[in-house]
C-alpha cells in the first residue's frame, strides 16, 4: 500500500530525523505531494545516508516545509526533484545555501513553476539568487514576511523570472509600514517593467509602493486582472495622478 502511496503529510514527529524521513520516502515511490511539518532534525546516525539513498520520490510535484529549524542539503540530495512544480518553505529558522545550490542545480526550469515563501527571517538576497537564477519560467512567486529580502530579490525577479503571471508581496508584520524605501521601488519599478505577463498582482505593507510603481503598474501591464493592495503608506500614494 505505502509503494502506491501518492500524497504524505508528516508533521510533529519529534524523533524523525533527516534519515528517519529518507527511510520513509523510499516506500513510497510514487509519492507526488509531499508536506513536512516539525520534522528534519539533524541525526548523528550513518544508516541510511545520502550515499546509500539515491533518487527517492521521482514522482514528487509538490513540495511543502514548514516548521523546521534548517532546511539542508542532506535533506534535499537524494530526493529527485526534476518533476517538481511547486515549493512551498514556511517559518523555518534557515534555508542553507546547499539547500538552494542543491534545487538549483536539478530542478527543470520547464516544471517548476510555483515558490511560496514565508516568515523566513534569515534569508537573504543573494542567497535567494541562487535559485531565481535557474527558474525563467517561472509562473508564480509569493514572499510574505521574509524580513531580509528587499530590492536585491525585486531585481532578480526581474531579469530570471519574466514569465512571471502571478507575484504576491507582503513586507512588514508590524501594524505599521515602514518609511518609503527609494531604492526598493525603484527595483519594484524594474520587474513591473520586465515582468509584463503578469495578470495577479498583491502587494501589502510595502513601504516601496509609490506613484511611480503604480503608474508602471497600470500602464505597463496590459494582461493585469487582478490587484490588491493594502497597507500601504497612502502618504507617498496618489491614485488620482496615475488613474
Known amino acids: 500500500a505505502y509503494r502506491r502511496q501518492r500524497q504524505m503529510c508528516i508533521r510533529d514527529r519529534a524523533k524523525a530525523d533527516i534519515n528517519t524521513i529518507h527511510r520513509m520516502l523510499n516506500t513510497t515511490p510514487l509519492l507526488q505531494n509531499l508536506s513536512l511539518n516539525s520534522m528534519l532534525k539533524r541525526s548523528d546516525s ?8 539515491k533518487e527517492l520520490c521521482s514522482f514528487l510535484s509538490n513540495m511543502e516545509i514548514y516548521n523546521t529549524e534548517k532546511v539542508s542539503s542532506k535533506f534535499i540530495t537524494p530526493i529527485d526533484v526534476r518533476k517538481l512544480h511547486r515549493l512551498v518553505v514556511g517559518k523555518c529558522g534557515s534555508v542553507s545555501k546547499g539547500f538552494l545550490n542543491t534545487l538549483a542545480g536539478r530542478i527543470r526550469p520547464e516544471v517548476f513553476r510555483s515558490l511560496e515563501l514565508s516568515r523566513l527571517p534569515s534569508l ?23 524580513k531580509e529580502l ?41 520587474l513591473m ?30 494582461k493585469l486582472n487582478t490587484l490588491s493592495i493594502q497597507s500601504v503608506s497612502y502618504t507617498h500614494l496618489t491614485l488620482p495622478t496615475i488613474c
Open 46 to 53: 550513518k544508516t541510511d545516508s545520502v550515499d546509500q539513498l
Open 124 to 146: 537573504s538576497d543573494s542567497r535567494l539568487a541562487l535559485l531565481l537564477k535557474h527558474t525563467p519560467l517561472l509562473a508564480s512567486i509569493s514572499i510574505e514576511y521574509c
Open 150 to 190: 528587499g530590492s536585491g530579490t525585486y531585481r532578480n525577479i526581474a531579469e530570471n523570472c519574466r514569465q512571471l503571471t502571478s507575484l504576491r508581496l507582503i513586507g512588514s508584520e508590524f501594524e505599521h509600514t515602514p518609511p518609503p524605501n527609494a531604492e526598493e521601488s525603484a527595483a519594484l519599478v524594474t
Open 193 to 222: 517593467e520586465n515582468c509584463t505577463e503578469l495578470s495577479i498582482i498583491e502587494l501589502c505593507r510595502l513601504s516601496s509602493v509609490n506613484d511611480t510603481v503604480m503608474r508602471t503598474v497600470f500602464q505597463g501591464l496590459q
